[in-house]
């Protein structure tokens, strides 16, 4: 095991400070590396000592100034403010918060470089009358048009962006005005403001520097001070491979080791350290592997394996993953295996994937789109939504229960009575009445406690993600009540405007829900464990000072590493090359260091990276690792290697299922089968096996905003349901014109009968009192329907008299058939839309009708073998037919039915009646065989065709109940995209 920077760094300070530490600060440049040093002194030691302080380069410039750095969202608002106030713009908040955390960072990048703003700014507009805008990235040009209110062109955005760089300078100088006013600062203008003073009052004696990289002039001043000073000794860490080298990775380290002398030169380093034996480490053999994969989850279930192998996780600290995406943390921590008994992890997990990220939208979402206006009535869709996010379990117990219970009653439109009553206190504070103060909205203390509640809720979690995320998010909106208040529409308040009562940003409820969607998506969860314990998980930026002897690096790819290397500012490259700010050089650099510094007395590396190809472009490996294979030359043994999904990239078969055991048991105990099963089965027998057999039902979501083709065509049934059991009062009355004319004309009779449609079916409410409140869609669902029915109507109009002899109502009978040479009889039916009885050719015929809402059909079936084809399942939409003619050749022949409603042994018609088809008077339902030559068979009787159905069915029938024959899946690909069951499959 070789020794680490900071063990070198400790016996080096304990034998030039052998008086003691306690006056000495040592300054990092993050917090992680102050306990492994601490550790590192007591190791080098032998015994407890006076720890030296540990501070970071941010605390050694905070404690010198008076001012305080406030939070960035505080920051954006009050650089917001001066905007506007300098440009006279009413600019919308959540328009300016993106781009406005760009110029911060640019002012930032000024004074922590401490370049003269106020000649830059002029000088540049002096230079030129910018024109060429090739410096803004894509992001950075949507953000300037979303900013500007629409798609701008290069001459608008030159005239609009030219028009802010000659206020850059005023605004500037007002915001830096307005901070010191309050007694704050942005980081780089306390920095500025710390090493500008003619004197400081440093608290301690003497401070050392370790482990810096990359220094910002104010850096740079305040170092050169305190060595002016005596007061200051520096530690480098870097290698020779490198920093000899005209590699990146050593620019900075070299260049600063002349202002700024390593203590472990040659020349300074103590008595029994070797310099040699600090600074030539990658010359040591290495194990170095490159292992490609095709998706990002495939990279982090490796790192089981990965730590099984060697010591890796009996090295525990010394071990590390490295996440090149932090995105990957959730899925590392579920893919620990059980032997590993600690672990600490030290990252910036994204806020925005988080689930408490979409709790915070939904219940936002819920306030302000999921209420009914002036009514204390929710919309089902937003209340289940919330009842059912993942985190609603730690709101109360209750939700899983309410969900459960609305949903069965389907309760589209619950109250708040409804959503509280009998339940605990958390319910009624998650559904609480959001009651306006002269017209501000109590929305995020609202949020802020439900937050609460998870947060108590989830404090027993294993999973450190759901704390930690619901904690950061619960910081960030009570920041936010801290600065701004919501308000109604009615409030009639425009940007800008600050609450007289309470000093805060006044903001309407759109600009507050964006721009909280906006603070998210720029939002990291810290995470900061015990670093001395257990298996090391930490972003690339939380390795530095740090050596690890085994690192598994994930997601190393081009865009990780380095990650976002482009100018993510508004100042042009040029310009900020020639005032010496941070350029794309610069920060190509640093990562160049934070790589090759985990190479460098680690024993093993193991570098995983997505080679997938997206859009035609494949993924590559990092830069940097394409550099170390080219200068390696053979130095290490580089091992590339290929992680598989486990899956073959061949077409996966979709197998038959046998039907022995507990499957011939069920279909043994079939007693009856409807049309649509045995469709099921024609358009795949998987299908029907999964449904039939296994009993697995898609779950289908209760949405009253949502009207499907399904509930369109419950409305639509209901509906002619209820109007023709008006007009035959009940089958009594024979239909006439004049009957069906005064019901057209009759308009609040028709609306009646829709809305009870629309009740029974849509509300479920069987209240006659029930008022049905519409939304939007919902009206122009209840138009298309009322006039689908004055269609049907007028069409009926033309055909009367006819009877009607049956409604909605349900048809079956029994059949024989024979399975595996013996009889079986099973019961076959279902409900039939309509039959009606009418004069046709002066001989008396039932109709066997089925409505039709959809497309009408195209090609037609040619003969009875045609409907029981599966390939013309979709193409002929045989399934109809089938449906049909069933139902047909039952009230023919059927016993029941013909002591029903076939009495007189009439005559039956097999019917489909397209609604959107019916247009013309002469529309005829009937159905009927293409026979070819623009030839057709029209269906006037069902027994022309029953002997050859009922034998084809048969056949069919033997087939379903036949255990030597498997289900098998359907040959045609097309219908398992849509199929609910297509993930069982393996599809």
């Known amino acids: 095991m070789m020794k680490s920077f900071l063990q070198y760094v400790a016996k080096d300070i304990l034998a030039k400070h052998p008086e003691g530490l306690s006056d000495i600060a040592i300054v990092f440049p993050n917090k992680r590396a102050s306990l492994f040093m601490n550790q590192a002194l007591y190791d080098e030691l032998g ?20 001012w305080q750095v406030p939070d960035q969202i505080s920051l954006v608002f009050k650089l917001y403010n001066t905007f506007c106030e300098v440009m006279g713009s009413d600019e919308p908040l959540d328009h300016f918060y993106s781009w406005g955390q760009l110029l911060l960072s640019d002012f930032d990048d000024v004074d922590k470089n401490m370049a003269d703003a106020e000649k830059m700014f002029i000088n540049l507009e002096a230079w030129q009358e910018l024109k060429d805008f090739s410096f803004l990235s894509e992001k ?10 629409k798609v701008l062109d290069e001459t608008e955005m030159q005239r609009r962006f030219n028009d802010i760089w000659r206020h850059l300078a005023d605004i500037y100088r007002a915001y830096r005005e307005k ?7 942005y980081e780089g203008m306390l920095y500025r403001q710390v090493v500008e003073k003619e004197t400081i009052d440093f608290q301690h004696k003497h401070y050392i520097f370790v482990g810096f990289n990359l220094l910002q002039k104010v850096e740079q001043r305040l170092f050169s001070r305190l060595r002016d000073e005596g007061r200051a000794e520096f530690y ?6 490198y920093a000899e080298k005209n590699n990146e990775a050593g620019k900075f380290v070299t260049q600063y080791m ?14 029994g350290l070797v310099h040699e034996d600090i600074y030539h480490n990658m010359d040591a053999p290495k194990d170095i592997s490159y292992i490609s994969a095709p998706t990002e989850n495939i990279q982090a279930r490796y790192v089981a394996e990965w730590l099984r192998q060697g010591d890796r996780i009996k090295d525990g600290a010394r071990t590390a993953i490295v996440l090149g995406d932090e995105r990957l943390l959730k899925t590392v921590i579920h893919c620990l295996p059980d032997e590993v008994e600690n672990v600490n992890i030290t990252t910036g997990y994204p806020l925005s994937v988080s689930p408490v990220s979409t709790l915070v939208q939904t219940l936002i979402n819920l306030q302000l789109k999921g209420t009914v206006k002036n009514t204390d009535k929710y919309l089902l869709r937003h209340v289940v939504k919330t009842l059912r996010h993942p985190y609603a379990k730690y709101i109360s117990a209750d939700c899983t229960i309410l969900a459960t219970k609305l949903a069965s009653a389907h309760t589209y439109y619950p109250s708040r009575k409804e959503l509280t009553n009998g339940y605990d206190e958390a319910m009624a504070e998650l559904f609480a009445e959001m009651e306006p103060d002269d017209g501000r909205l109590p929305l995020l203390p609202w949020i802020a406690n439900i937050l609460k509640r998870v947060g108590m809720g989830a404090k027993d979690e294993a999973d450190p993600l759901t704390q930690e995320s619901v904690f950061r998010m619960y910081t960030i909106i009570n920041r936010l009540n801290e600065i701004m208040v919501p308000c109604t529409p009615e409030m009639g308040m425009t940007y800008g405007n600050i609450d007289e009562k309470s000093g805060k940003q006044i903001v309407s409820t759109l600009i507050l829900q964006r721009l909280i969607t906006q603070v998210i998506q720029s939002a990291t969860i810290p995470f900061h464990g015990e670093p001395l314990l257990g298996i090391q998980v930490m972003g690339v930026l939380e390795t530095r000072n740090l050596d690890f002897d085994h690192v598994l690096l994930l997601s190393c790819n081009e865009g990780n590493l380095p990650k976002n290397v482009n100018d993510t500012s508004f100042i042009p490259h040029s310009i900020r090359a020639g005032y010496e700010l941070t350029t794309v050089e610069n920060k190509v650099a640093i990562y160049a260091y934070y790589f090759y510094s985990l190479l460098q007395r680690a024993r093993d590396v193991t570098f995983t990276y997505n080679n997938s190809t997206e859009d035609g472009r494949q993924s590559e490996m990092s830069r940097f690792m394409l550099q170390l294979m080219v200068e390696d030359k053979g130095r290490h043994d580089i091992h590339r290697k290929t992680l598989k999904s486990g899956q073959s990239a061949t077409l996966v078969q979709r197998k038959a299922i046998d039907k022995d055991g507990a499957t011939s048991a069920i279909l043994d105990a079939i007693e009856h089968l409807s049309p649509s099963d045995i469709n099921r089965y024609l358009r795949c027998q998987l299908q029907f096996f999964y449904y039939n057999i296994c009993q697995l039902r898609e779950e289908r979501e209760d949405n009253a905003d949502q009207i499907d083709n399904v509930m369109f065509g419950n409305l639509f049934h209901r509906t002619a349901e209820l109007i023709y059991k008006d007009l035959s009062d009940n089958g009594k ?22 809305n009870q449609a629309f009740r029974d079916e849509l509300f479920k409410v069987n209240k006659p009192s029930f008022d049905p409140e519409y939304n939007g869609l919902q009206r122009i669902n209840k138009k298309v329907v009322s006039f689908y029915i004055e269609r049907l109507l007028t069409l009926d109009k033309e055909l009367s008299p006819f009877n009607i002899l049956s409604l909605e109502g349900d048809f079956y009978d029994k059949m024989t058939f024979r399975a595996q040479g013996s009889d079986r009889r099973i019961r076959l039916g279902g409900r039939i839309d309509r039959i009606d009885q009418l004069e046709k050719n002066g001989q008396a015929v039932i109709r066997v009708v089925d409505y039709k809402t959809g497309t009408p059909l195209g090609a037609l079936p040619s003969c009875v073998e045609d409907i029981f084809n599966p390939a013309y399942v979709d193409s002929k939409h045989t399934t109809y037919y089938l449906q049909a003619f069933l139902y047909a050749c039952i009230v023919r022949h059927g016993n029941e039915s013909q002591k029903i409603i076939n009495k007189g042994r009439h005559p039956v018609a097999p019917a489909l009646f397209f609604i959107r088809q019916a247009s013309s008077s002469n529309y005829d339902p009937t159905l009927k065989f293409n026979v070819g030559n623009k030839k057709y068979e029209v269906i006037d009787d069902i027994d022309a065709k029953y002997e050859e159905f009922m034998e084809r ?6 087939e379903i109940f036949n255990t030597d024959i498997p289900f098998t899946p359907t040959e045609d690909g097309n219908r398992c995209a849509c199929c609910p069951y297509r993930d069982i499959c393996g599809l």
């Open 140 to 149: 950075q040009r949507e953000s300037l048009e979303k900013f500007f209110g």
């Open 47 to 66: 015994k407890p000592l006076w720890s030296p302080a540990y501070i970071t380069i941010s605390d050694l410039f905070r404690r010198h100034s008076e």
């Open 236 to 241: 480098w860490d870097y290698d020779s491979y």
């Open 179 to 185: 901070l010191m006013g309050e007694g704050y600062a």
């Open 953 to 958: 069915l048969k056949l069919l029938l033997g």
């Open 258 to 271: 002349e202002k700024f002398p390593n203590e472990l030169s040659r020349q300074r380093i103590s008595r």
């Open 733 to 754: 009355k024979t239909l006439t014109k004049d009957g069906i004319s005064s019901l057209l004309a009759n308009k609040p009779r028709m609306e009646r009968h829709l």
